[in-house]
């Protein structure tokens, strides 16, 4: 298993500016992942983050909003750019093995409100 | 594409009723399967997984699933609850030899005294 810390575990921010989530595991891992969870809603895969290249994106996330870094295979960074209200959820980071079952490990998460 | 429907989206039961709490997938392709459980304010934490094998998987804190191919499901149960299992329970699939996890949209389990 992974154990994954993420900074800040909450933040208050105002409408405009941006924010940057940081991301630690405890070991080295294939993949990492970002995810959002909108108020009362499930999870939302936001993007992959790759070690030495760009981040691959789902649909209706693009890297101007949500630029994401992977400087190497413990550390991942998402950064939430000209925030507004509706950004306001939980994001998470996620680290799989990358091997045959897939399994991911969870942070416990980035609590964001935007006034 | 994968998809996961989770029946109910809250589920009340009393301390020590047994609970089942319901999930279907649609995937064209083998899965893998998983339950997870997010505590009030924490992240998600794996409850079981199914990969292979025997269709009754067990998890942590006394839960376990069924996997149902014919059915397309992965059920999850519990014989007799705790008001510590109170939480919303997510389950999820990923395509064998994919890395995406996809989730269903979330069933919270409220345990009455």
């Known amino acids: 298993s992974a154990v994954i810390s993420q900074k800040p575990s909450r933040d208050i921010c105002q409408r405009g500016t941006s924010l940057t989530i940081q991301c630690q595991v405890d070991?080295?891992?294939?993949?990492m992942f970002w995810y959002r969870q909108q108020p009362g809603q499930s999870l939302t895969l936001i993007a992959t983050?790759?070690?030495?290249?760009?981040?691959?994106?789902e649909s209706g996330f693009v890297i101007d909003k949500f630029p994401i870094s992977r400087p190497n295979l413990t550390f991942s960074t998402l950064t939430v750019s000209n925030m507004s209200p509706e950004d306001s959820s939980i994001y998470l980071c996620s680290a799989g093995g990358g091997g045959l079952y897939n399994e991911q490990f969870f942070g416990p998460g980035t609590r964001l409100t935007v006034l | 594409a994968q998809s996961v429907t989770q029946l109910d989206s809250q589920v009340p039961v009393f301390e020590e009723a047994p609970v089942e709490l319901r999930c279907n997938y649609s995937?064209?392709?083998?899965?893998?399967l998983f339950w997870y459980v997010q505590y009030p304010n924490q992240g998600l934490q794996l409850l079981l997984k199914y990969l292979s094998g025997s269709t009754l998987v067990k998890g942590i804190n006394g839960f376990e699933a069924e996997f149902n191919k014919s059915q397309t499901s992965f059920h999850l149960r519990k014989p007799s609850v705790h008001i510590s299992d109170t939480a919303e329970y997510f389950c999820a699939v990923t395509p064998r030899g994919a890395q995406k996890l996809v989730f269903g949209q979330g069933t919270r389990l409220t345990i009455n005294p």
């Open positions: 070991s080295q891992v294939t993949m």
């Open positions: 983050a790759n070690q030495g290249s760009e981040a691959t994106y």
């Open positions: 995937s064209s392709v083998s899965v893998y």
